[in-house]
């Protein structure tokens, strides 16, 4: 036993001699010095110096990533959000990916704004005030896909925007108009939210659309009186609502053969004239609440694909047994999921069941009792 104790101890000692197998210290931040290995002398030296402000050097060692003050920066985001801010910053790391300006007070975007910023993806000025943008201000922003320009105070489409760009959202300007070719050169634009503008009309010049291959277009809370003119033919979802159109017309439709969505809600129509819908073969769901309508609108027995309908606070009065699915049995390719017809002056007893014989499930009807 006392032979045994002896061996372990010589191992021990052996043990405190050899050298050590822990892996070197590696410095992972720019001030992640490992203060453990200083001397106590050297520790002081370095906090006085930091307090006297005579170890900071104002400019970066060469290598080192720069952010602008205030701002955050990780991993190729910058985040200047809520800062008060007047004007875009300088030192904005040149790899950056995201660059977040929002909710700030920026006024005008200059020409060497994002100067260098050639692999920026995304861009948030959105609720700032500016009002005036330098041609040239996004000609560097070669790779940009995704431009927030929402709650400023632009009073037409920023020029030259970025070939590269695929979503543009810039509603809740003061754009009153969008001239022949405000989108030339966007073939890859897939989606704009150009809401809550005081525009017309009038104020969609011929060829303002000319290029664009979109899929989303949304014009809603606008002073819209009729669907406009020549918008893109590949549109997969049109949002119109909240403005002040009164009709549909036969030729309104007639280029949007791909629309799956359609959005009419809240606006003051009466009348959708016969076979305006016949032009919507691939179309899914329509908005038509909160509108004057008096009846159910023609056409929708010959929808195949159609499968939502809100019809709910308009005057409809009457419902016929015809006015959703087709007679012939297997006309209609998909079943509705959802036909809203609550907030009409019709009582749901008067109606045949037979007339949501296209329905998935008696659930999907929503009919309520009318209120006056």
């Known amino acids: 036993m006392l032979l045994l104790r002896s061996v372990l101890l010589l191992l021990c000692l052996l043990q405190l001699h050899a050298p050590s197998s822990a892996l070197p210290f590696e410095q992972r931040g720019f001030w992640d010095f490992s203060l453990d290995s200083m001397e106590n002398i050297g520790k002081m030296a370095m906090m006085n110096d930091v307090e006297e402000g005579s170890a900071m050097d104002p400019t970066p060692p060469p290598g080192v990533p720069v952010c602008p003050f205030g ?3 990780q991993r190729k985001v910058v985040q200047c959000s809520d800062l008060g801010l007047t004007e875009v910053p300088r030192n904005i790391p040149p790899d950056t990916k995201f660059l977040d300006l929002q909710n ?14 050639t692999d920026l993806y995304a861009l948030s000025v959105r609720n700032n005030m500016i009002s005036k943008v330098h041609p040239r201000t996004f000609v560097p922003l070669k790779r940009m896909q995704k431009l927030y320009f929402s709650k400023n105070l632009l009073t037409a489409i920023p020029k030259n925007l970025p070939a590269s760009l695929v979503e543009l959202r810039i509603h809740e300007n003061r754009i009153r108009k969008v001239g022949a070719g405000s989108f030339s050169g966007l073939g890859n634009m897939n989606c704009i939210e150009m809401g809550a503008n005081p525009i017309q009309n009038s104020g969609f010049e011929p ?16 002073k819209l009186t009729g669907v406009p003119k020549d918008l893109p033919e590949s549109l997969h979802e049109l949002h119109l ?12 439709l007639g280029r949007y053969k791909n629309l799956y969505r359609l959005g009419l809600g809240f606006n003051n129509i009466r009348n959708i004239e016969n076979g305006s819908l016949s032009y919507l073969p691939m179309l899914r769901e329509l908005h038509l609440e909160n509108n004057r309508l008096t009846h159910v609108p023609q056409g929708l027995p010959a929808m195949k694909y159609l499968q939502v309908v809100y019809l709910h606070s308009n005057s409809i009065s009457k419902v016929d047994v015809d ?10 390719r998909t079943f509705y999921n959802g036909i809203s017809l609550f907030d009409n002056p019709v009582n749901y007893w008067d109606v045949q069941p037979a007339t949501f014989r296209c329905v998935n499930d008696r659930y999907a009807i929503q ?6």
Do not use: W
């Open 104 to 117: 700030n007070h920026i006024t005008e975007l200059r020409e060497n704004d994002f100067k260098g910023l």
């Open 71 to 73: 701002c955050h920066c």
């Open 367 to 372: 009919f309520g009792n009318y209120k006056k």
């Open 207 to 222: 060829g303002a659309f000319k290029g664009l291959k979109l899929n989303f277009l949304r014009i809603s809370e606008a």
């Open 241 to 252: 609502d909240h403005n002040q159109i009164q009709a549909v017309e036969l030729e309104d």
């Open 323 to 332: 006015d959703f699915c087709p007679r012939g049995f297997g006309m209609k």
